[in-house]
């Protein structure tokens, strides 16, 4: 099993060590971004649109706890695939446990901070007196639900990180297809309403998270679950942290700008259906990204495993390849979104006003969608490498240096207007520079290819 995951990332083609590792990731990403637009819109169409206010509120909160998730679990996979590629092994395996331990004690913070101070926490996230008994209602099981969450975040990328991507797609799959049928069950039979939606994705959580557990114990992995090999330190936790720490900043960043446009919204007449039209944007949007985010995933052990063995040809050709199959994706996904706007809007909540108000909203915030694959593949490349520095910079971008500047100012001149144009103008802002940061990379590469030969 080990020497074939090894061959994967070591021996085949690009193109088809690529397709081996992203197409389950993909097809995970896929469903479990689907799952979260049946969720919503079970809730928008059995409950209204003022149900799926609830949902975004609580979402800047999940990112939090799936970007965490994100660090220790991106941080420990990119520290997997590079001692792999050393061939040291033994270590990879002590990473692998201390990222689990130092996950363990976060879900513990953060599942006691949030069923103590639940409400002030709703508050700040946008949350109105209409919309707090929907968000409090969600987030009660959700919460909890978090030791789940988290733990699945974390493992679903050291799977990857040792070539076994058919294993995080099928416990993703798992998790989602038992969320939607749940949710089927609570939602519309025993009309639990936003209850039933979040008891549904924790329990879909719960069966993602226990299948990566059963994998692990059976010995299916090339590592052991051992305490022989938990070695805690300052030193292991800053290493993991300061490589994953961008994807803790990128959905960090994604939370504090859902919480800045929720807060901005709050302040407008019909602010529920603002609120409403913002959270049906996070779904469609999440349903474009999501496929990329598992090209991503994909591209990472190999890149990671080329850069280690100090193989530079072959990581020029995996970020070359993986951004054409990047931009053939978002060229095709942004094209059907614009064109069949009204009936992706009316999918979430077939009422005239959120119709009529979310169509044109929908059309302005993806119109730049195209410029995706350099924001969300490039702080990747720069993780894979063990590049903190310029992995924190290309996460910032997008949100904390360009979205949330242009939200405040132009909402300032337009008003709720100025919030959607925000949307463009950061994507358009952020790629661009991205683009210049990676295209420095490759050349970068080719400079280390040279000395080599």
Same mark, same amino acid.
């Given at each position: ?131 707090l008994p929907y968000a409090i209602d969600y987030m009660k099981f959700i919460f909890p639900g978090f030791f789940f969450f988290i733990f699945s975040v974390v493992m679903n990328n050291i799977v990857r990180a040792e070539g076994h991507a058919k294993t995080s797609m099928i416990s993703m799959s798992l998790g989602a297809i038992t969320n939607i049928i749940l949710d089927y069950i ?37 590592? /052991? ?109 942004? /094209? ?94 952020s790629g661009t520079i991205c683009a210049f940061l990676v295209m420095n990379f490759y050349k970068e590469l080719s400079k280390k290819e040279l000395e080599n030969s």
């Open positions: 099993m080990a020497s074939k995951q090894i061959q994967i990332l070591r021996d085949y083609s690009i193109p088809k060590a690529l397709l081996t590792l992203s197409l389950p990731a993909t097809l995970s990403m896929f469903i479990n971004s689907l799952y979260n637009i049946i969720d919503t819109i079970f809730i928008g169409q059995n409950v209204g649109s003022i149900g799926i206010t609830g949902l975004s509120i609580a979402f800047p909160i999940q990112m939090i706890a799936l970007g965490t998730g994100g660090m220790f679990g991106m941080g420990g996979a990119s520290i997997i695939s590079r001692r792999l590629g050393e061939k040291r092994q033994d270590d990879a395996n002590k990473t692998l446990m201390n990222v689990v331990f130092y996950s363990f004690i976060i879900e513990l913070i953060y599942v006691t901070v949030g069923l103590i101070f639940m409400k002030p926490i709703l508050r700040l996230f946008g949350a109105t007196d209409t919309i609570f939602i519309v039979i025993l009309q639990k309403g936003i209850e039933g939606a979040a008891l549904a994705t924790i329990i879909g959580q719960m069966a993602n998270a226990t299948y990566l557990f059963i994998f692990y114990i059976t010995g299916h992995s090339l590592f /052991s679950i051992s305490l022989k090999f938990l070695s805690p330190s300052w030193k292991s936790i800053s290493e993991i942290c300061s490589i994953g720490f961008s994807a803790l900043i990128f959905q960090a960043s994604t939370a504090l700008t859902a919480m800045l446009v929720n807060n901005i919204l709050g302040h407008y007449a019909k602010n529920e259906i603002y609120i409403a039209v913002y959270g049906i944007i996070i779904k469609i949007t999440s349903f474009m990204s999501m496929p990329l985010v598992g090209i991503r995933q994909g591209a990472q052990p190999i890149l990671g495993y080329a850069y280690g063995a100090k193989n530079y040809n072959r990581s020029k050709e995996v970020i070359k390849k993986t951004f054409m199959a990047l931009f053939v994706y978002s060229f095709i996904i942004t /094209s059907l979104i614009l064109i069949f706007t009204p009936a992706f809007v009316a999918m979430f909540a077939n009422e005239a006003e959120f119709i009529k108000i979310g169509t044109p909203v929908v059309r302005i915030v993806v119109c730049l969608m195209i410029f995706a694959p350099f924001t969300v593949f490039g702080s990747a490349i720069f993780m894979s490498v063990g590049r903190a520095k310029e992995s924190i910079i290309t996460s910032l971008l997008k949100q904390i240096i360009a979205f949330i500047p242009a939200c405040i100012v132009l909402s300032s001149i337009f008003g709720v207007l100025g919030v959607w144009l925000a949307f463009p103008i950061s994507d358009g802002v």
